[in-house]
């Protein structure tokens, strides 16, 4: 796991690279067709990935965008209209039976296809229309690390090309993932002891750094075996938030943009209340909490750097509390559901 994520800058860097023309490619092929509205199919990380793009579907491309529910086209068979819909699906390995079996399903309704995998000869990428390979390298590690870094940027890359934006912003990234991963393993090992006996843990953010709390839940059940729940800020206020108290830890991602003062709200409230808070974001955000470095970029592209220090932390927390991150009980590194 720690090759892994040192492995990050260089993966983006591969991506920024090799990548561009064959997904300007793609994007060209999209804005051909016009689809009307997006859907997109993932499971587990990649589902976090799905859901930062249908973020930019919905805010850069003004289209409506939904994450789709396999088990409809697979177990139920459901058949519906897909004419002038963009499925893309998003899968490290490519090779989960049901993210494949939907998109063969969509193509089959009418939709225009894209796969977005680790893996050019994935069944999923054979199934698709279109391709784009997230060009990470090979990953040790079962808990993803630079898949998933490598699969934002790629949906960014190409989504913000179908729109018609500049992408140049996106270069800085492999050189702030660098400088973040050295930057953060200080403050991520002087954070994590104070979690080793934790039972519980809440996770929360807003827009587009929603994914990152759902990633980082996920990296910690994986890795920790810690019971660990992502929520929206504004779901958080919506009963959540009642049992929150000094013994349920939060960690709260609150990048600069325009859901910060909606973010910073919440927490404020969280640290009223007696609750435990660590930050990612600048320390001056909620100058009373700990904090884990985030450098400052477009808000859009910040999901990328986010999820560093929470890789780190899970990794440094599961060895802390005894456990193996590299092999989690019972997980296999391509997860194979229908």
Known sequence: MTQDIAEQPEALRRLLVEGTGPIAAVARAITQRRPRFVLLVARGTSDHAALYAKYLVEIRLGLPAGLASPSTLTIYRARPDLRDVLVIAVSQSGGSPDLTGSLQAARECGALTVAVTNNAGSALAEAA?????????????????????????????????????????????????????????????????????AEQMITTARGYAYCTAREAALKLMETCYLSAQAFSGADLLHGPLAMVDREMPVIGVVPRGKAEGATRDVLDRLVAGGGDLLVVGDADIIPTAAHLPLPRVAEELSPVLEIVPLQLLARDLAVARGGNPDAPRGLTKVTETW
């Open 129 to 197: 229309e279109f391709h784009v390979d997230v060009l990470a390298g090979h990953e040790r590690a079962v808990a993803a690390t630079k898949t998933y870094t490598s699969e934002l940027l790629a949906l960014y890359l190409l989504l913000e090309a179908v729109a018609g934006g500049d992408t140049a912003a996106a270069t800085a990234l492999p050189d702030l993932t660098e400088q973040l991963i050295g930057q953060a393993a200080e403050p991520v090992a002087a954070a994590a002891p104070r979690y080793r006996f």
